[in-house]
Structure formats: C-alpha cells, structure tokens
C-alpha cells in the first residue's frame, strides 16, 4: 500500500520557472492538502480539496494553484517560481476532514529556487 | 486567535534522559490532539492522537501524551529517550467547530549518544 506519493523529491527551479508538484494517493481518501514547512514555522496550509472537482485556498495560497480531477491526484502548480517559495511542500490526506481522522502525509518535496 | 503553542524549540538531551514536551492550544469546544514526529529527511509521522476517552494517551515507541483540558495542554512524554528519538516534533490541533487543523511550530529533539 503506496499511501501518499509525491514526485519529484528534490528540485531547483530558476525565478520565474513554472512546475507541478505531483500529489496521488490510493486509499480513497476524500480530503487531500498541500502545506509548506519552513524551519521555525511549522506547517502551513497552501490549499485543500474536500473531494474531486472541490478546492479551497488554505493560509498561504498566493502564488500556488491546484487542481482535483480525480480522488486520487492532487497536483500543486507553481506559476511564477520565486525565491519565497523556496520551502519543503508536504502533500497529505484523510477520510474526511481532520476532526476525528488522521492525516496521512507524503515524504515531501523539497523545492529550491534560485 | 486559534494557536498551538509548543514552548521548546530546540532540545538537547542525553540517552536514557526523561523526556516532555509541551503543548498549548487555544481553542474552544471539543478538540482532538495529534503529536506527529519527523525523522531527518523523511515525512510525518503519526505519534499518538487523543480523539475521547482515557486523557492518557500511549503511542508507538515508548511515547505518551496526555490530555489535561483545564490547562489546554497535551504535553508529550518519554521516560527514557533513544539515540533514534532524534527529529522534529509537531503537536497539532482540530477544533470540532471549524475542521481545521493547525500545526504547532514544532520541536526539535537532538539526543547525544
């Protein structure tokens, strides 16, 4: 059981590149999220998605979009890569929402740019 | 304002030390508490959750945490810390009002062999 699988692992992306951070997962969860973790400051959530065809901004959500085509893929697009975006991305997801449920988190991405 | 309050950022300890780390929440109503930890290089993990039920709540590698709800708190324990236990630990917050999680800024443990 694969889980939570994110792609690429690492990447260095030049000021004003564009790239997706692919996101799938295989056990039919409903909720799927993108959060940024920086040192220091936790984790901070760029969006979610409470169902294919369903996304919501998060906290940081400026500069990231995504889509929900299907259950099991959540990708986070980069239009306009800038410095600021440097962080390491961390895709999950749950049944449902997080209130009574765990959250199930992939290896993350870590993305420079530069 | 909702927030997760972890107090240590940073902590050193010996092998064999006892271990807590604490955590702060401001919310109201019914909450549940997760404490995930992060290995060096690899993703979170779940440690132990509180959902109802016993405050103390045991999880995996020798980890407990228990829920004190007039002080706000789920503060994270181990008697007797490992080489291994060396990571990041998050304590993260759901309030049953919103449905949203917050995260903690974490803690990282570094222990001496």
């Known amino acids: 059981n694969a889980g939570v699988t994110q792609t690429p692992k690492f990447r260095i992306l030049k000021i004003g590149q564009s790239m997706t951070l692919q996101c799938t997962q295989d056990?039919?969860?409903?909720?799927m999220y993108w959060y940024r973790q920086d040192p220091g400051m936790g984790l901070k959530l760029i969006y979610y998605s409470v169902g294919a065809g369903i996304t919501d901004k998060g906290e940081v959500p400026n500069g990231y979009n995504v889509s929900r085509s299907t259950t099991e893929d959540f990708p986070l697009r980069l239009e306009l890569a800038a410095p600021s975006q440097t962080s390491v991305y961390f895709c999950?997801?749950?049944?449902?929402?997080?209130?009574?449920?765990?959250?199930?988190f992939g290896e993350g991405s870590w993305l420079t740019v530069v | 304002a909702q927030s997760v309050s972890q107090h240590n950022h940073h902590v050193i300890l010996s092998e064999a030390a006892s271990l807590e780390l604490g955590c702060n929440y401001s919310?109201?109503?019914?909450?549940?508490l997760f404490w995930y930890v992060q290995y060096p290089g690899q993703h979170l993990q779940l440690l132990l959750k509180y959902f109802s039920g016993d405050p103390l709540v045991k999880g995996i590698k020798g980890f407990e945490a228990e829920f004190i709800k007039s002080k706000f708190s789920f503060n994270l324990r181990k008697p007797s810390v490992q080489w291994s236990d060396t990571a990041e630990y998050f304590c993260?917050?759901?309030?049953?009002?919103?449905?949203?999680?917050?995260f903690g800024k974490g803690t990282r443990l570094h222990i001496l062999p």
């Open positions: 056990m039919n969860h409903n909720y």
């Open positions: 993260a917050v759901v309030s049953n009002r919103d449905d949203k999680i917050i």
């Open positions: 999950a997801s749950s049944p449902q929402g997080v209130s009574g449920n765990t959250i199930y």
């Open positions: 919310y109201g109503g019914t909450v549940n």
